[in-house]
């Protein structure tokens, strides 16, 4: 009991501290939004060519968004009568380019992010420009990375769909085991020069290997950390809910539902670059030694529990 309370304890710990700098430094909470903003943007300039895809009928007619369908998509049989739609290989090759180009997105504001996250934590003021511009100095590395992990996931969904229910599993192991490999890949590519991609694994692979796996007690600790707060939250949305209820308030009930699923994103949104900050602690101080502040030693080595060489 008591060492679970004690893990209870770091969790708190290491999600007040991951807040702590966000507090400090509430630039940081833009790079998510940048990074969403911009994959919106990719995804309309892929999909506005196929909505005004000539079909003789007005974009606002039925006849038009069938005639859309009709190109992307062709019947198969699925046994007896019945036919399902499948995309054309048009359909598909469009839509790799659209998942690889968003990769792209993402990882390039994931290495913006991540080396304004570590200059937070060595206590320097965080700019939005020169982590786009940083991002920008590292542009062979982020599209060759992003094409290569691209690549890697579609594969793995791939075999996933080839495969029975064994294979499938079998797979989604495999894609853990990539994600878990490739956890520090973009700070690697912030912190060092390099645009191979199999270089870029090894090193994050490297950096976890020195304490193999004990990462994922810190991971869970600040899920643990929202976890609380969470359902803390909710039981107290249920309480207030049963007391309106009493009252025949329904409008409140509805009204106080509604604002806690926004209270519930911008939570969700704040845990996102709460975790990041973590992992960059972690990658900091498992690759160079050193302890970003408000992190303690305890915290660090109760994370990774380092190996000493």
């Not at 180009?101 to 991540?114: D, P």
């Not at 039981?235 to 509604?258: D, E, F, N, S």
Request: glycine content about 8%; charged content about 15%.
């Amino acid at each position: 009991m008591s060492d679970l309370s004690g893990k209870f304890s770091r969790s708190w710990l290491l999600f007040v501290s991951s807040i702590q700098i966000i507090g400090r430094q509430p630039k940081l909470l833009l790079f998510p939004a940048m990074a969403f903003a911009s994959t919106i943007v990719v995804i309309l300039c892929f999909l506005s060519p196929i909505a005004l895809l000539p079909t003789g009928h007005t974009w606002g007619q039925l006849e038009h968004w069938k005639g859309v369908a009709h190109r992307l998509f062709e019947l198969a049989p699925s046994g007896g009568s019945t036919r399902h739609a499948i995309p054309t290989t048009t359909a598909e090759i469009y839509l790799v380019v659209l998942y690889l180009a968003s990769m792209f997105c993402a990882t390039f504001f994931n290495v913006a992010s991540y080396h304004e996250i570590i200059k937070a934590l060595a206590g320097d003021e965080v700019s939005i420009g020169e982590g786009l511009r940083f991002a920008n100095s590292r542009l062979r590395a982020i599209l060759i990375w992003s094409l290569f992990a691209g690549a890697v996931g579609l594969i793995i969904m791939a075999l996933e769909k080839r495969f029975g229910w064994v294979g499938r599993w079998v797979m989604r192991f495999v894609g853990m085991a990539w994600s878990v490999a490739s956890v520090f890949v973009i700070p690697v590519i912030v912190r060092e020069e390099c645009a191979n991609p199999f270089a870029l694994l090894r090193t994050s692979a490297a950096t976890l290997k020195k304490t193999w796996g004990e990462s994922l007690i810190g991971y869970v600790g600040i899920t643990i950390g929202s976890w609380i707060i969470l359902l803390g939250s909710l039981a107290l949305l249920v309480a207030v809910g049963l007391m309106l209820a009493l009252l025949h308030h329904p409008v409140l009930i509805l009204t106080v539902v509604a604002l806690w699923v926004l209270a519930l994103v911008a939570f969700s949104y704040l845990i996102s670059v709460a975790n990041k900050i973590f992992r960059g602690a972690l990658y900091v101080y498992a690759s160079e030694g050193v302890v970003p502040a408000p992190y303690s030693v305890e915290l660090l080595d109760a994370a990774w529990k380092v190996k000493k060489g």
